[in-house]
């Protein structure tokens, strides 16, 4: 059971309507997450722009954005964004193999975190400084 309502189309405000009616048009259906925020149509707008400008724009290909979206959502623990972006993933040409190697790569680093925070070793590999 959802801790929020999720606001269908037929009750949203008219805003909400017209950004479902976008949401729709681009992915074929408006997922839950988003029926999450309908009742609040200025903040849904907000989050909409902000997803497509990480997801639409930029350099990283689209398949390699949802692969990096898989790892943080396993990392935070979202049941919700695993699934999606699984399928995201998957729809993007994401190999069984590259899933596979997407949650190994989550498993060693969740554990190096945890054991390098434990640890309090200080890091000595720093990123190159522009010139």
Do not use: W
């Not at 919700?80 to 899933?99: D, G, M, P």
């Amino acid at each position: 059971m959802s801790a929020v309502r999720l606001t269908q189309a037929d009750e949203a405000p008219a805003k909400t309507r017209a950004l479902y009616a976008g949401v729709e048009e681009q992915f074929g259906a408006v997922p839950n997450f988003l029926k999450a925020m309908g009742n609040h149509p200025e903040f849904l707008q907000a989050m909409l722009h902000l997803h497509g400008t990480v997801f639409d724009a930029g350099e990283i290909p689209t398949k390699y954005k949802n692969l990096i979206a898989l790892a943080v959502s396993m990392t935070n623990g979202c049941n919700y964004c695993t699934s999606s972006f699984t399928a995201h993933s998957q729809a993007s040409s994401a190999s069984e193999q590259e899933l596979a190697e997407t949650r190994a790569i989550v498993a060693l680093l969740s554990a190096y975190n945890k054991y390098l925070s434990a640890s309090g070793i200080p890091c000595d590999i720093a990123p190159a400084q522009d010139a």
